[in-house]
């Protein structure tokens, strides 16, 4: 066994590059990755909030807020995801009404 433990999530190759980041409580921020440490603090810079629709906290909107530089908590991160190459899709599994 090699006594380094290879990491499951490289942040490396998104240094300077977007990033989609889903924090706890159902923030939703884009930005550009700035740096990071070993507990998943992140620092995004040109950072952009997208707003939650009022009557249902689980529904983004197309409303966005400028934050600027900030630093997201690693206990808060749920998800890191790159904004070059995905695209939103409709959720295939919601069934149509009166099915």
Known sequence: MSGRKETVL????????????????????????????????????????????PDDPLKTTDQTRRLGLIICRGTAVMLVSPTDGTDEIANPFIQPDGV
């Open 10 to 53: 490289d942040l490396a190759k998104f240094i300077d590059k977007g990033v989609q980041v889903k924090l706890t409580g159902g923030r939703q921020v884009t930005g550009t990755l700035k740096g990071y440490d070993q507990l998943l603090n992140l620092v995004l810079d040109e950072a952009i909030e997208s707003l939650r629709d």
